[in-house]
């Protein structure tokens, strides 16, 4: 069964740091980009970055761009998203996802956990 | 960014009725729009990609057109199990942005 489980959302203070973590299964990992997008009952589904099936390519949104950092390992199948710096507008489900196209970062998500609560409040 | 606007934000519709729900983008992306089902405490579910591509398993009742700004989800025939809400995506650049959601809900 394909499948992607996120582990790692808690409550932490704002400015504090949290590692989200993703683990794959059922698929070839290391074929293919990988995504975080995060959801808010306020803003709806937002893309938060992404990761080529090397590393090779690495892209954020300008929101988090220079506190978040994504990151995989094929060896083990598994993505991460380091969070730096949190702030109140951070608090979301975070999803990991799989992106369709093998190799390059393209686009549209056909695989996805089912999603990590990070709560950030003092 | 680019922005995505859904219309309408709530459609009320009975089983069996055609729906549609239109998702406009502030700018040109080609046909470079995913659309996805998302039920509540449920991750967003592909149906359909570049603009009018059926995803794999998903039933022939949705379909997907236009191309530019302006595109359409139609369900031809609504089933109880395709009360949901509804994105569309835009992944015309590395900045991948969603529309607001469309719920379809029971009339």
């Known amino acids: 069964e394909v499948q992607l489980v996120e582990s790692g959302g808690t409550l932490v203070q704002p400015g504090r740091s949290l590692r989200l973590s993703c683990a794959a299964s059922?698929?070839?990992?290391?074929?293919?980009?990988m995504h975080w997008v995060r959801q808010t009952p306020g803003k709806g589904l937002e893309w938060v970055s992404a990761?080529?099936?090397?590393?090779?390519?690495?892209v954020y949104a300008d929101s988090v761009k220079g506190r978040f950092t994504i990151s995989r390992d094929n060896a083990k199948s598994s993505l991460y998203l380091q969070m730096n710096s949190l702030r109140a507008e951070d608090m979301a489900l975070y999803f990991c996802a799989k992106d369709i196209i093998r190799g390059v970062i393209h686009g549209p998500l056909d695989i996805w956990g089912q999603g990590t609560m990070v709560t950030v409040s003092s | 960014d680019i922005q995505m606007t859904q219309s309408p934000s709530t459609l009320s519709a009975s089983v069996g009725d055609r729906v549609s729900i239109t998702c406009r983008a502030s700018?040109?992306?080609?046909?470079?729009l995913a659309w996805y089902q998302q039920k509540p405490g449920k991750a967003p579910k592909l149906l359909i990609y570049k603009a009018s591509t059926l995803e794999s398993g998903v039933p022939a009742r949705f379909s997907g057109s236009g191309s530019g700004t302006e595109f359409t989800l139609t369900i031809s025939s609504l089933q109880p199990d395709d009360f949901a809400t509804y994105y569309c995506?835009?992944?015309?650049?590395?900045?991948?942005?969603f529309g607001q959601g469309t719920k379809v809900e029971i009339k």
């Open positions: 700018q040109t992306i080609s046909s470079w």
């Open positions: 059922g698929f070839t990992f290391d074929d293919y980009a």
């Open positions: 995506q835009q992944y015309n650049t590395y900045s991948w942005t």
């Open positions: 990761i080529s099936w090397n590393s090779g390519d690495i």
